[in-house]
Structure formats: structure tokens, C-alpha cells
């Protein structure tokens, strides 16, 4: 994991030089750099060599993936949005370069993102540089990740009642797009670069899909019964907002009960698919409530 | 022309289905399809035909395009860039959807842009594919048009003295990049899209850089020279934000010089190309200020 944690770290910088203007660069990558678990690019990393391929060639995909990471991250804290001060520890990226910036540094990730992919990756070929295009734009747009976040806003405005019936496919639509559609990104193109199978595909996307709602219902858990100290940014904000999270809907019980059945689905998506994953197991336990 | 804008406004529509939340669309498609002059579509299509490609296969890039225009529009009119409430005589869509909204549908149209490329271009081939995107993505992004931005926000604290060395090269690099990236990726992906040779994109390429400024030029002559009726937006702001704009550190008189003469140029590449159009020498002819 450390090492993997090391490669990308290295890679971001070097994928990240301060060109003119520097203040815009500086702020890019004051949020990529940000120290990190780097999950997702080490998600893309590790699939691409469970399914066969070569770690090197997923480099450049896996840091473009972080970069949209960060880059969902600056426009989140914004004050429009959640007017975040903190984040990872530190102040927020327009606490630091102003909003203007922060708002100008989020537009500019989601083009240099892909354009890191294009520049460093020729020796993938055109077709497969395609389909990972394809990928990143579908997940990371207004049909994905953007699309999450849209309904999570409309979401603060629900009373969170029991008796609602949509709620809980209101509540699944957001996790499904706002968390789980980037960690299907990272399998997937680790995935596709592999020239993993479209059954592989299926199945990964799968595990994905659980795995993404596991973090998110642990993000939510771990909201109401963590600290600042141990997050790095202000926590028990979904409460008070009247969020629509899964603690708030579902109770703490069986929040965990339901996380825990969703990491046990992962561990049987890898087997039952022969795949063998010392970083996905810790991955899975680190995100494991007892 | 006419008949340009009409194809475009129709396929623009087309490309744009109000989906799932509907919220995030229907904000997106508020500003691509305000009416418009759709000169950076038109140029895309017109340059394609001028080098002797089918208008067919550019008419999704030239979508993009005006897509991704929309989008510098909508974060550009935002309270912490701009704060404009009207374009185009019409709310600006922050103040009609809200800021957070705002924020999401700009970052929505930046992946959705290159994704209405992809999925409708397939003739094209991933080769012609990739090559359309990385001129997207070198011109949207870092290096082009927010490169601009960012400069240009940086300009509003200079105060503006004639014998400041400095200004001019930055006042370029504002216009060359804030405007003229703008231009030169429509043409260059037209002509891409056509198979125009290196020599012929260089031309264009120039061409298109001369035709952007002029444009900015001219933008700067008319918010000190028009109405709001006239121009469908607040003017006068330029001087009162001391902004560095070519009217503020050449004069009315020398700037109406230097344009005419930049349009002049572009008439000139079109000759001696022995490139014919009726459409660009109307738009040239439009922009010339007398």
C-alpha cells in the first residue's frame, strides 16, 4: 500500500509542474497534493495488475483520477456549495487563493485530468484512449459524479421521515453517483488498460458499486461518531444540515449492519472471480464499523 | 449564416435532452441556448467546408464548442468572479438556478462537451478522435482559455500607466488566450476534422489568433461605446474595475487602428490561401469598427 501511496505521489508531482500563471497551477495542485489515502488512483493501480497488465501503463490514468478527485473536492468546500474551511487538515483551496481561483482551479482539473491521460499514455493506442475518454466523462459528469451531487444539494431540503418511500432510492441514487461512480472509474479504466473482459468489467463494476456505497455509509457513520482530530475536517454538518445520509435514515445499527453486508459482498465478488488482492482486502477492512 | 444558426440551435437542442435530475440539464441548457451568435460553431462548420470536409462531421464538435463557451459564460458571471446578472439580455444562470447550480452546470458542460463529441463523431476514428481532444483540452483548460481568466482576474489590481513595459505583453496574453483559444480550437478542429495538412492548420491557427483579438478588441471598444439595449449586458464595468483592457491602455483612436488592421490580416491569410468565404469575411466585416 505505501509503496503504491509513494509512486503516486511522486507521479502527481511530476505530472504537475508550476507553468505561468503560476497561481493557478500552485493552487491545482495545492489540492492534489494534499496528503492523502489516494484510494482511488491505488484502486486503478491495483486492478489493472489483478487483471494481468502492467502497473506502469496505469500510472497516468490513476493520477488523472485523483486530480478529478481533488478537483470534485475544491468546488464541494466552496462557499456556494458546503462552505468547507478544512479539509484533509488543512484550509480549503479558496481559504487559501480566494474563490475565484479555487472556482478557476476546479474548471482547469477537469481538462488537465484527461489531458494527462492523452499526453502520457500514447503507447495505450488510439482505440483504447477512446474508451477511457468515454469512461471519465460518463462517470464524471451529469450523468455521474456531478449528477450525485445535484441530488445530494436537493436532498438537504427533505424532512428525513420514515415513512417516505423514495427516500431510500433518493439516498442510493446519491452514493451510487456522488462516491460509487469514481471508484468504477478507477476499476474500470485499471480494467480496460489490463484488456480485462467485458464479464471482468461487469463484475468489477459491481464490486465498485458496493464498495463505493460501503465508504459512503461509513463517511456517514463516521460523521456522527468521529472528531476533527481524527478527520481533518468539520464534522456532525450532515446533521444539522437535515442531510439525507444513511445514519440519518436508517439509524446507526443498521447503517453498520448494512456496510459490513456490502464489504462481505466485495470479498465474495474477488473470489468467486479467482481474483486475489492483498490491497483490496486492507482496503476493504479499512473501511470495515464493528 | 442564417442557415448555420438554424442547424446549430437545432442539433444543439437535440444534443441536449432534459434527463435525470432534470435540475442539472435544464441549468446547462438555460446558457447554450440563449440566443446567441454562434460565431465559434459557425467557425468550426466554415472552416471544415473551407477545406473541403463534409460540415456533417463537425457539426457535434462545433456543439461542443458552444458548449464549452457556455460554460466559461456561467462561471464567469458568478458573484465571485464577474457578479454580472445579465447575458444576452437574459438573467444570467446563477440568478436563475442558483449559485450552487451554477457551479455544477459549468463543470457538467466541461465533461459533457467532449462527450457529445465522442458519442456522436465514431465515423471520425479514434486517430481524428484523440487528436480532437487534445486540442479540447490544451485550449479549454490550464494552458488556454482559464489561463486567461486567471491573468486577467490577476490584471484588475494594475493600475494602468502607459509607461508601465509590462502591460502590453500581458494584455495580450489575456486576448490570446482568453478570447483567441477559443477561436483557434474551432478552427483547428474543423480543419482536423476536414484533413487539412501542418501548413494549413498554422495558417488558420493564425488566423485565428489575429480574428480573436480583433474580437476582444472590439469588446473593449463597445463596453465604453454602447448601451446595455444594444450589447444585452452591463457595460462600463471595464473602466470602473480599472480592468487592463485595450481601450484603457492604447486609447479609443489607436484601438480602433489596431483592429481594422488585425481584420485586415485575417483577410489577407483568407487570400493568400486562396481560401474563399463568404461567411468569415461577414464576420470579419462585423467585428470592423469604423
Redesign the interface.
Known amino acids: 500500500m505505501n509503496n503504491y501511496i509513494e509512486l503516486i505521489d511522486k507521479k502527481l508531482d511530476e505530472f504537475m509542474p508550476i507553468?505561468?500563471?503560476q497561481?493557478?497551477?500552485k493552487s491545482?495542485k495545492y489540492t492534489v497534493t494534499l496528503p492523502g489515502k489516494r484510494l482511488r488512483p491505488i484502486m486503478c493501480l491495483e486492478t489493472c495488475r489483478m487483471f494481468g497488465g502492467n502497473i506502469e501503463d496505469a500510472i497516468p490514468t490513476a493520477c488523472a483520477i485523483e486530480m478529478l478527485h481533488a478537483?470534485t473536492l475544491i468546488?464541494d468546500d466552496?462557499?456556494?456549495?458546503d462552505n468547507d474551511m478544512y479539509r484533509r487538515g488543512k484550509l480549503t483551496n479558496h481559504m487559501v487563493f480566494?474563490?475565484?481561483?479555487a472556482?478557476?482551479a476546479?474548471?482547469?482539473l477537469?481538462?488537465?485530468a484527461?489531458?494527462i491521460i492523452?499526453k502520457n499514455s500514447k503507447n495505450l493506442?488510439?482505440?483504447k484512449?477512446?474508451k477511457i475518454?468515454?469512461e471519465?466523462?460518463?462517470r464524471?459528469?451529469?450523468?455521474g459524479v456531478?449528477?450525485g451531487?445535484?441530488?445530494d444539494?436537493?436532498s438537504e431540503k427533505f424532512e428525513v421521515t420514515e415513512d417516505d418511500e423514495q427516500l431510500p432510492e433518493i439516498l442510493d441514487y446519491i452514493h451510487t453517483h456522488k462516491t460509487a461512480d469514481l471508484f468504477k472509474l478507477a476499476l474500470r479504466t485499471g480494467a480496460i488498460i489490463a484488456d480485462a473482459t467485458d464479464e471482468q468489467l461487469e463484475e468489477i463494476t459491481e464490486f465498485g458499486q458496493a464498495m463505493g456505497v460501503a465508504f459512503q455509509i461509513a463517511d456517514d457513520i463516521l460523521d456522527v461518531t468521529s472528531t476533527f482530530e481524527e478527520m481533518g475536517k468539520t464534522l456532525g454538518k450532515d446533521k444539522e444540515a437535515g442531510k439525507l445520509t444513511y445514519v440519518n435514515l436508517y439509524g446507526l445499527e443498521k447503517s453498520k449492519k448494512d456496510l459490513n453486508e456490502l464489504l462481505d459482498k466485495c470479498f465474495d465478488i474477488l473470489k468467486r472471480n479467482n481474483l486475489q488482492s492483498e490491497i483490496f482486502e486492507q482496503i476493504l477492512n479499512k473501511i470495515r464499523i464493528s
Open positions: 507553468c505561468y500563471p497561481k493557478i497551477f491545482m478537483q468546488h466552496m462557499p456556494c456549495m480566494g474563490e475565484a481561483n472556482l478557476l476546479g474548471d482547469a477537469l481538462t488537465f484527461p489531458q492523452l493506442g488510439a482505440e484512449l477512446v475518454m468515454e471519465y466523462f460518463e464524471a459528469g451529469a450523468y456531478i449528477a451531487q445535484v441530488v444539494i436537493e
